[in-house]
């Protein structure tokens, strides 16, 4: 494939190549730790079935708006976001450092359980997990955790696997391994969903999963099912922004948009049906917190045939889609130090790498080591979860809404959108409506409403 790059004053900025390629990384980015290990955690602490409504009607509501939020600030960019929100309006400056600093704060804990995920393919491999007794193996995940040594050098596996990539730039690292990881990921998904739903007792967890208790919704709820659908799609920390910018302005940002929310959902979606059913099926209860798939998944797996076989299928899967997304995160502030600091890109990847691996240490003693660490009744890995997806998402997402439909004009946005007005003008419309009032009124509110004030 020709090799398409557009010159940017002495930098030739790199673009993707295709346009499956780009819908590939943006879905890369957006499936991940999120769908499949974050995604049925919260989905158990949160009471089931409300929660689901809560997310989906949030999720439905936002979710393409806000991607095609981000994509077009970054493609009418060109360039890192700080500098993208900068074109549009100077003083939309701070959302792109805000997520510059948020990126820091994510890749160092997700790059821990990136790690765990590393860890289990390879005793997968070596037959160690499926060998242990169903009953202990919350034990077995417990002691990994806490270790002091063995989930650093995991975490750092993964820290520089995600760094390789990043260092092959877009067409040749990004775009190249997506294409082939996604579509195997939801190959080996399919495969699971079957042998979940065919267990005996497997439909207890799926009405649990599906039927609204709404004596359950909280403003906790909301709050932490904004929080996800934000995390899911990947907006509120501009990385969105940053792959945009290095997309070709023939694309169609709404179609996209909208096959990346959708393949995003439907894998979430999916994950609760494997999930679920295995627990209810093995009587656990679904409030496991983090070690959710890493527990219950293997007790299935080492009670079916080719246990082991499905068992490696699966993590090493879950490490690629990991993967996928761990390089989005990173690639937003290695765009940003490369143009803003005109750092190499090595230069840049290692930086970036280095301080967040060292964050991530601290994570990962949080489960150990360092478990007395309390901070409002959260660990660690609590408080930076906590602050990153349920505070500085969501005023990240709204700071990028309202950088589009109060700080800019509104042809300018929809010229973006459409190229040009090649197409679906009154659709447009609404999406500009949407990202003006509907977007910013609902974040505000989750706000208030989880401070106490409505
Ligand atoms: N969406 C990814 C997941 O579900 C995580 C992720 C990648 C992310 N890039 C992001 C989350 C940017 C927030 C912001 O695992």
Redesign the pocket.
């Known amino acids: 494939m020709e090799q398409k790059k557009i010159l940017e004053g002495e930098n030739q900025r790199d673009q993707f190549n295709s346009r499956l390629g780009f819908v590939l990384a943006t879905a890369g980015?957006?499936?991940?730790?999120?769908?499949i290990w974050?995604f049925p955690y919260i989905v158990g602490e949160n009471g089931g079935g409300a929660f689901l409504f809560v997310y989906m009607g949030i999720l439905i509501l936002m979710g393409v708006s806000l991607l095609l939020v981000e994509f077009v600030i970054g493609r009418n960019g060109g360039t890192n976001a700080i500098d993208s929100y900068v074109k549009i309006n100077p003083k939309a400056k701070w959302v792109g450092w805000l997520g510059f600093i948020?990126a820091f704060v994510?890749l160092s804990y997700?790059s821990v359980v990136g790690g765990w995920t590393l860890f289990y393919t390879l005793s997968s491999l070596t037959g160690t997990v499926i060998k242990v007794a169903p009953a202990d193996m919350g034990a077995f995940f417990g002691n990994f955790i806490s270790s002091p040594i063995a989930p650093l050098i995991f975490h750092f596996i993964f820290m520089g696997l995600t760094m390789g990539i990043i260092l092959g730039g877009i067409s040749g690292g990004i775009e190249k391994y997506s294409k082939i990881l996604m579509p195997a990921l939801f190959v080996m998904m399919i495969a699971l969903v079957i042998r979940a739903v065919t267990l005996d007792g497997a439909m207890e967890g799926i009405k649990w999963y599906l039927t609204p208790d709404f004596s359950k919704i909280t403003s906790g709820t909301i709050v932490s099912a904004m929080g996800q659908v934000?995390?899911?799609?990947?907006?509120?920390?501009s990385?969105m922004v940053t792959y945009a910018s290095y997309l070709s302005k023939e694309e169609k940002l709404p179609v996209i948009g909208t096959q990346v929310a959708f393949a995003d959902t439907l894998i979430a979606i999916i994950s609760g049906f494997i999930i679920f059913p295995v627990l209810f099926a093995s009587g656990v209860a679904p409030a496991q917190g983090v070690g959710l798939v890493f527990i219950t998944l293997p007790m299935v797996f080492s009670q079916m045939p080719l246990g082991g076989v499905f068992s490696f299928l699966f993590f090493a899967l879950l490490s690629v889609a990991?993967l996928t997304?761990a390089i989005?995160?990173l690639e937003m502030p290695v765009t940003t130090l490369i143009e803003k600091k005109k750092m190499t890109r090595k230069k840049a990847t290692f930086l970036v790498g280095c301080i967040t691996y060292v964050m991530g240490i601290a994570v990962s003693l949080g489960f150990g080591a360092w478990s007395g660490f309390n901070l409002f009744g959260m660990d660690i890995f609590g408080v930076f979860d906590y602050f990153g997806s349920n505070i500085s998402?969501p005023l990240g997402t709204l700071g990028a809404a309202l950088t589009i439909g109060w700080m800019w004009n509104k042809n300018d946005a929809l010229k973006e959108l459409t190229n040009d007005g090649a197409y679906s003008i009154g659709i447009a419309k609404i999406w500009f409506y949407v990202v003006r009032y509907l977007i910013p009124i609902t974040i505000i509110m989750v706000f208030l409403l989880n401070i106490g004030i409505l």
Do not use: E, H, K, P
């Open positions: 980015s957006a499936i991940g730790l999120g769908n974050r948020t994510f997700y934000f995390f899911t799609l990947s907006v509120g920390m990385g990991a997304s989005s995160i998402l």
